[in-house]
């Protein structure tokens, strides 16, 4: 049973740091793409960052570049995304996704990010 469980979110004051972690099960996670997606509300989901299988590639919306970080432990099935500097503009469900070419791509429920002071 493939599981991508967020962790993480929660509410942070503008220019604060968070970490999610999405730990991933049930395939071969060392073989995936991985991607955190994030979804304000009335807005359609759009990609934050995304990392290589072996975790040597990274890409970053232009709103996040700078401040946000994507990594993966292959070793523990974990993808991280470290966010600093947070602006209220960042308020949204955060995903976590795993993409395989040929293969179905998976998703995690979903954590919340809340910037406000």
């Known amino acids: 049973q493939v599981q991508l469980v967020e962790s993480g979110g929660g509410l942070v004051q503008p220019g604060g740091p968070l970490r999610l972690s999405c730990a991933a099960s049930?395939?071969?996670?060392?073989?995936?793409?991985m991607k955190w997606y994030r979804q304000a509300p009335g807005k359609e989901r759009e990609l934050v960052a995304g990392i290589s299988s072996a975790g040597g590639n990274t890409n970053y919306a232009d709103s996040v570049k700078g401040r946000f970080t994507i990594s993966r432990d292959n070793a523990k099935n974990t993808v991280f995304l470290q966010m600093n500097s947070l602006k209220p503009e960042d308020t949204a469900v955060y995903y976590c996704?795993?993409?395989?070419?040929?293969?179905?791509?998976?998703w995690g429920q979903g954590t919340q990010v809340t910037v406000s002071s």
């Open positions: 049930g395939f071969t996670f060392s073989l995936y793409v």
């Open positions: 996704n795993a993409q395989l070419p040929g293969r179905q791509a998976y």
